[in-house]
């Protein structure tokens, strides 16, 4: 069994940042392919960045050029950078892993407050 346990969010004033993090526990993490999604309130969830086992990285185009998706696989754990965040970008960010030995999985989210 496999838990993805995301970190790092808060609140923070526009133009600032923020780094999530997604802890993974069991195995399987360096052959996964890990996802952020963010949910804001009354809207669905959309996907933001993903990352492959390989690294190849993409980024939905609201995010591109301000958000950073990477991976350490030695400590199991999927990284987003959130640079010159807006209000919009309020959500709550979950991390959402697949291929874990043909499993996937959903973080419990961590909420991003952009105040304006």
């Known amino acids: 069994q496999v838990q993805l346990v995301e970190s790092g969010g808060g609140l923070v004033q526009a133009g600032g940042s923020l780094r999530l993090s997604c802890a993974a526990s069991?195995?399987?993490?360096?052959?996964?392919?890990m996802n952020w999604y963010r949910q804001a309130p009354g809207k669905e969830r959309e996907w933001v960045a993903a990352i492959s086992s390989g690294g190849t990285i993409n980024y939905a185009n609201s995010v591109k050029g301000r958000f950073t998706i990477w991976r350490d696989n030695a400590k199991n754990t999927a990284y987003l950078q959130m640079n010159s965040l807006k209000p919009e970008d309020t959500a709550v960010y979950y991390c959402?892993?697949?291929?874990?030995?043909?499993?996937?999985?959903w973080g419990q989210g961590t909420q991003v407050t952009v105040s304006s």
């Open positions: 959402y892993g697949t291929n874990f030995g043909g499993s996937r999985y």
């Open positions: 069991g195995s399987g993490f360096s052959s996964a392919f």
